[in-house]
């Protein structure tokens, strides 16, 4: 197995997890908090703006099944990247589109694909790229946040259509 990882933040984590979850390549998903300057957020931190943080997912995946191209398409798919610091009804910074990547080859990959996304929208691209800092694992109990709550009105209204739309669009036939 080739393992590879990539922190990416799609507005909320639960859905960013519940999502990549679906797929088979996936050998894991963290949820947590990057991308900003305070140590040791915590989740009450990150939602009132104070730390710069984003909820985003720690996503390790085996690149002999998918490469990267594939897990851009998957995050590009779940959420508006043209959206400014929101995704739907989430609004703040730390719902803001953001890839964080560990090896500096991906960077590459990366810029040229949202430049390719671009040319392919007349709204601007608001994804911000750059290099990880420091990865901060949430709660534990975010941690299979849609599994262990599907009955939750967030999971059920926010969580299912976006799973619903991610598996028709790339042809899942059921979740693992």
Known sequence: M???SIVLGAGCFWCTEAVFLMFDWVISVRPGYAGGFTENPTYEDVCHGRTRHAEVALLDYDADKADLNLVLDVFFAMHDPTSVNRQGNDIGSQYRSIILYIDDMDKNIIEARIK??????EKRITTEVKKLGRFYEAEDYHHNY???NKA???CMFVVRPKLKKIMDEFGIEKKR
Request: charged letters at 35%; aromatic letters at 14%; a positive charge.
């Open 146 to 148: 849609y599994k262990n």
């Open 2 to 4: 080739n393992k590879k």
């Open 152 to 154: 939750n009105p967030y």
């Open 116 to 121: 390719r996304l671009q040319s392919e929208t």
